[in-house]
């Protein structure tokens, strides 16, 4: 499982291998540590989509189950290390772009967004308030 020395040294390696690394530092634990290790990771995967609906850290918790399953994987790790290399390109692209977008922009985002949670609250307070 992933301790805090395991999280530092997961947050330490460089993106794109990291997952990887993580995979070959387990390639020799004892069969019984692996198939522990897959429970353990299937059981937090499960408990993260069953949270996914209710506001919360749902899509962490996930995430963190797909990384403790990068660690008995070599597919999951690959899979994990290129949707890191894609997230950060689309991440850098989406930050230039609003770095060069107008404060209107800025603005107008904020707009939409206080009026969908409002909406969403008034919605929820009337099903729940009936």
Known sequence: MLGKQGWQRLLRSR??????????????????RRHWSA???VGVIL?????MPFPGPGTLIVIIGLA????????????LDL????????GQRLQGR?????WTTG????????????????????????
């Open 15 to 32: 993106p794109g291998r990291r997952f990887r690394e993580r995979y070959r530092r387990h390639a020799d634990d004892t069969p019984a």
């Open 39 to 41: 429970a353990g990771a």
């Open 47 to 51: 408990l993260g989509l069953i949270l």
């Open 68 to 79: 403790l399953l990068a660690g008995i994987s070599a597919r999951v790790a690959g899979l």
């Open 83 to 90: 949707a890191e290399l894609r997230l950060r390109r689309a």
């Open 98 to 102: 609003w770095q060069r977008a107008p």
């Open 107 to 130: 603005a107008l985002l904020a707009a939409i967004a206080l009026t969908a949670a409002g909406g969403l609250g008034f919605l929820a307070y009337v099903l729940l308030a009936g």
